[in-house]
């Protein structure tokens, strides 16, 4: 695999960090979700490599890039993701985003159609219902008094699918400690901006090629979320990724790097 060393660029006013694995092909973006990083998209990116230029960044308040004060609102990881590509001079891309950043790279797709050439939301969700609002406003709220550590093992437990949870204690082990390296504060922050995702009156104004990736035992957008958007991007293809749950990339990246593939070739 061919793979830059971390760079930083300066975009809509904040330093972030990125990656870069291989040299030709079409330009694909991978973002995380809330509290991980480009980190997790490294066995994904070291079978595509060969055939796509990825492109890896830390959110805003994530990782290696800047954590400034809250508060954080989707439209401002959209204009983030926009402004990194323009700083980056990325013209025409396929936006892969996890979890939250399903939502965000959907709205892209929708304000941006001339840079976002085919979209796939990993675990994304047009909207998050009351009970979901509930658990993520406690789960800030947590996070803000006890660090870190008040919520990760809550964390863990929906973002894993179960067959990861009893198979796979180091991947397990190594997720739990990414997540205590999150700053409380920025992760917060990001978390209320997740509860305020609507995205829905954006959705019809996706044309381009879209791929609703989940994992099978997804516990946080299961498969009535996906039929949800499908429903309001009736082009789109469903597939789902066998034994994970919410963080596909991470504990099966071989089906999703196939999956993806697969997508790029038919989309192309």
Same mark, same amino acid.
């Given at each position: 695999m061919i793979y830059s060393t971390p760079m930083h660029i300066s975009a809509n006013g904040i330093r972030f960090r990125y990656e870069i694995a291989g040299e030709t092909g079409p330009v694909v973006l991978l973002v995380h979700g809330l509290g991980g990083s480009s980190a997790q998209w490294g066995g994904v990116a070291q079978l595509l490599s060969p055939v796509c230029r990825l492109v890896m960044v830390d959110l805003r308040g994530h990782g290696q890039s800047d954590k400034p004060p809250g508060p954080y609102a989707l439209k401002m990881f959209v204009d983030d993701l926009g402004a990194l590509c323009d700083a980056?001079?990325?013209?025409?891309? &396929?936006?892969?985003?996890?979890?939250?950043?399903?939502?965000?790279v959907l709205q892209l797709a929708a304000e941006r159609p001339a840079l976002v050439q085919?979209?796939?939301?990993?675990?994304?969700?047009?909207?998050?219902?009351?009970?979901?609002?509930?658990?993520?406003?406690?789960?800030?709220?947590? &996070?803000?008094?006890?660090?870190?550590?008040? #919520?990760?093992?809550?964390?863990?437990?929906? #973002?894993?699918?179960a067959t990861t949870h009893a198979t796979n204690p180091s991947l397990v082990a190594l997720q739990r400690a990414l997540l205590l390296e999150n700053d409380p504060k920025a992760y917060a922050a990001a978390t209320r901006a997740v509860v305020e995702i609507d995205v829905a009156a954006h959705l019809p104004r996706v044309k381009c090629p879209t791929l609703l990736l989940f994992g099978a035992e997804e516990k946080v957008a299961p498969l009535p979320a996906q039929q949800q958007l499908k429903r309001a991007i009736p082009h789109a293809q469903v597939r789902a990724i066998p034994h994970a749950g919410h963080l596909p990339f991470?504990?099966?990246?071989?089906?999703?790097?196939?999956?993806?593939?697969?997508f790029l070739v038919l989309s192309s």
């Open positions: 980056l001079k990325i013209d025409r891309c &396929v936006a892969v985003g996890a979890s939250m950043c399903g939502a965000v085919a979209v796939v939301p990993v675990g994304g969700f047009a909207v998050m219902g009351p009970v979901g609002k509930e658990r993520m406003t406690q789960r800030a709220a947590a &996070v803000e008094k006890d660090g870190m550590a008040g #919520a990760v093992d809550a964390i863990l437990a929906g #973002a894993l699918g991470v504990e099966r990246p071989g089906d999703v790097a196939a999956a993806l593939m697969e």
